[in-house]
DNA sequence: CCATCTTTGTGCACGCGTTCACAAAGACAT
DNA sequence: ATGTCTTTGTGAACGCGTGCACAAAGATGG
């Protein structure tokens, strides 16, 4: 998902890299792998590998959150998977309301990634009366209109938004008008928030819409022949290097 | 979500920018509405407005894809509308196949936005004898036995992963050898694909972390002096000017 | 204690993406 | 036709992120 950010130039949050704050889960991710299997350290190089980046990049990122390595040796596992929880906050706990409780929005309450990962759903919120009080994910739904009371009873901060698009921006309102100041939306629009209030985006529709501009060129160089309107004629698929950028689909915003 | 490119140096798509690509699918959603409003023209500040994005970087974006604006003007609607999805591939027919039908899949499955733009859910598929059979959103699931005759009888070049992480390899090793050239990855794993193979990545929990990465800062700024654990005291929402970058959490690769 | 070998941490250069600011282009009125 | 006004399209500057390549640091063995 790809989104713009309008005003704040990437502002770097207390010197760490908005682009490696984005990975530090990545790392955590593999590390927390390597600690299961009781691997004691690890080298820039084998854990890139594992999450899938450079080495020179994973350390750079490191060394943003201190000398955590050891020249020779690598990395201390246990230290590491530490080090990064505590600097992404999942050392503390994380209620977390579900608004908009369709299809998305109960695959979301019964996913298990976010529980493991100190975040616990407090609250799933939908404004169908139907729905209240039967239980999903042994939850059970609330009604929207109880939404202020709940964020503010639970003190939840982070809420995800996986209502129809047309509901997204005042159920947006209602929730940072409650106190909460992170947003994750999954409704295919534009949010608008205050500063202060950050708002991630995930568009399943966007990605595959990218997906389909590079297959749309991996397939097709030359039957793009046809009418007219657009160069892209005789494209001689020489060198076709395979497309694929370092760009989002999701941002803040 | 977010991933690392490990090697190629973003690549320019055909003099379209990564950046660019990612951000049409906005714009035409934008587009899309205001058609439907039957709205003839609109100026670069007002679409950029409508998406969330800098104008001058829409300007910049619409002149990849050729001069379509009128000065003193603005930009054609319906033309625009038109092109951007030309130039995106929306314009055919692309099916999908969806592996992995638990709750994600299944959302996936009953997901509007994927057919309402030029998607079609070709087939679901499950490793679980028991769903095979059994309808979810109108379509039956198969058992991945068939997984590559499915993917070659349908000519489905783009695939979504919705499995386990522990399966999601697996699977997509199995789809790429099938022919699939494009995979939309659910599963928290770093897949490994050959070159010429697009792969994009949503990450849920790692959302949620960048988020909670931010929401600490929010909170315990002063705090930080304690035993090192975590802030997260003592809120005070102070003049919060609320970090957010420019990150991408989901990447190709 | 010294030599060697491994691996980290980083200075530096390069490139992409964003933004500003303005000239060119066209619409529209007179 | 000519002038004015609006809005596009883009040249240029800047900043962030990436990756190379190497020096510094420490481990390890003799």
């Avoid at 992170?182 to 209030?197: E, H, K, Q």
């Avoid at 397939?219 to 694929?244: N, V």
Wanted: net charge negative.
């Amino acid at each position: 998902m790809a989104t713009g950010r309008t005003h704040r130039p990437a502002t770097r949050s207390r010197g760490i890299p908005e682009a490696t704050v984005a990975r530090l889960p990545l790392y955590l991710r593999a590390l927390t792998a390597l600690s299961e299997r009781s691997v004691p350290t690890v080298s820039s190089e084998e854990l890139a590998a594992a999450a899938g980046v450079n080495s020179a990049k994973l350390r750079k990122d490191f060394s943003y959150l201190g000398s955590y390595g050891t020249r020779g040796v690598g990395y201390d596992v246990e230290y590491l998977v530490y080090q990064i929880s505590r600097e992404l906050g999942l050392t503390q706990d994380w209620p977390v309301v579900i608004v908009g409780i369709g299809n998305l929005g109960a695959a979301l309450a019964n996913y298990g990634g976010f529980a493991s990962r100190g975040f616990r759903v407090a609250a799933l919120i939908d404004a169908d009366p139907a729905m209240a009080g039967k239980p999903v994910a042994g939850i059970p739904v609330q009604h929207t209109d109880d939404l202020e009371k709940i964020i503010k009873d639970n003190g939840v901060s982070i809420g995800v938004i996986a209502t129809p698009a047309g509901a997204a921006q005042q159920v947006c309102d209602r929730l940072v008008a409650a106190g909460v100041t992170s947003i994750l939306n999954f409704a295919p629009t534009v949010l608008s928030v205050p500063d202060g209030v950050d708002v991630r985006k995930v568009d399943l529709s966007i990605e595959l819409q990218i997906l389909a501009f590079h297959e749309q060129r991996k397939a097709g160089e030359e039957t793009a022949a046809g009418d007219g309107a657009l160069p892209a004629t005789t494209r001689d698929a020489s060198t076709d290097q395979g497309p694929d950028g370092d760009v989002p689909a999701v941002m803040p915003a």
